[in-house]
């Protein structure tokens, strides 16, 4: 007779072992709340310490995959300074996988205080690069304002928080695992900037199916176990919305500021305006607005058509009391550089995109300048 689905998953998972401890995550009491279905769906807990690697979320979930039976897997993950140590087991008992709903109920109560923030003194200053909903460019000109910074002499570190899109290694034309040195994680570099991102870490079609947790782990990690080194400017490319990174972000270390990017029409504008409003709710200052694809400038002439409507950054930085740090046209050279890894601002610079970008670069370090260090 078959093994019981919930046997054949621990005997799975007492393959998957932690390389800071050496043992396995099942012996280890890292695994919890198992919770199976009868048509195989499998839903567990992993407590991942702060000094766990992230990448044993993936090698637990691919090792229950594995298991026949098995139809759909979800992971979540908890701090185990959160979580309190289960009963040992009676003597002569053998070790089983702790099943949702049986732990006592102090256990199921309480929720843990937000962290506090850390300060990185070596990261110069810290700026997030947000927007209110996607499709809007903010990785375009995460990466332009960064190779801009750069090449006028600044140390410049670019941090992929995007982790549902890692758009950063194709962006910037890197794509390669970072080296471990001394236990830290080494920064790749391009264009004269220093990056991290998901995108060197997971396979290239590899789904980011996570909840808080694991991104609030991503973010803290990129933070204190990669070595930047020295920088004046550390910038970090945030997803769109107003969710789980932007809070991390906020909650692992002091921001400088934040700039919000924007297209003109409304419905971009007006996600954006929520996106300004969560940075000043959570006391960040927001340093100004970005409205990219402005027009588009013919290449002959030199018209301007406004696809997208106009004016709408300009609207929204007077709504918010904040400068307009910049309005980027629609030019070819952006969406060619930013396919060949080639950003536009080192592939075109006399372009008209790549002269808007740049200047909005110095007005970044100027209203950053202006902010008082927390």
Request: net charge neutral.
């Amino acid at each position: 007779m078959a093994e019981p689905l919930p046997a054949r998953i621990a005997e799975a998972l007492r393959a998957v072992v932690n390389p800071r401890t050496g043992s396995d995550v099942v012996s280890s009491d890292m695994i919890r709340d198992v919770a199976t279905t009868v048509d195989g769906r499998v839903r567990l807990t992993i407590l991942l310490a702060a000094t766990d690697p992230a990448s044993l979320v993936r090698d637990v979930r691919q090792a229950v995959e594995r298991v026949d039976g098995v139809a759909d897997v979800r992971v979540d993950v908890k701090d185990p300074a959160q979580v309190r140590p289960p009963a040992p087991p009676a003597p002569g008992a053998s070790r089983t996988l702790p099943v949702m709903g049986q732990e006592p109920a102090s256990r199921r109560s309480g929720v843990p205080p937000a962290p506090t923030p850390v300060a990185y003194p070596n990261l110069g200053r810290v700026i997030a690069v947000s927007s209110g909903k996607g499709g809007v460019g903010k990785s375009t000109v995460s990466t332009n304002i960064a190779v801009a910074l750069a090449r006028g002499g600044a140390r410049v570190g670019l941090m992929d928080a995007d982790v549902y899109g890692p758009n950063i290694p194709r962006m910037m034309g890197v794509d390669a695992p970072p080296p471990i040195v001394n236990e830290r994680i080494e920064t790749l570099e391009a264009h004269g900037v220093r990056l991290m991102s998901l995108g060197f870490l997971v396979e290239r079609d590899q789904p980011a199916i996570w909840r808080g947790p694991i991104v609030m782990k991503i973010v803290t990690q990129f933070l204190r176990d990669v070595n930047w080194g020295e920088l004046d400017y550390f910038l970090v490319d945030l997803p769109p919305g107003t969710g789980d990174a932007q809070l991390s972000l906020v909650q692992a270390t002091h921001v400088h500021g934040a700039v919000i990017v924007t297209t003109p029409q409304p419905v971009a504008t007006g996600d954006a305006l929520r996106g300004a409003r969560m940075f000043q709710r959570v006391n960040v200052p927001v340093l100004g607005i970005i409205e990219n694809m402005s027009w588009l400038e013919c290449a002959h002439c030199g018209e301007r058509t406004p696809l997208f409507g106009s004016g709408g950054g300009r609207a929204l930085a007077d709504e918010l009391g904040l400068p307009l740090l910049g309005e980027i046209p629609i030019h070819q050279g952006v969406r060619e550089g930013g396919d060949a890894g080639v950003p536009v601002v080192a592939g075109d610079p006399e372009s008209s995109a790549a002269r808007a970008l740049v200047a909005a670069a110095r007005r970044i370090t100027e209203a950053v300048g202006s902010v008082v260090p927390a």
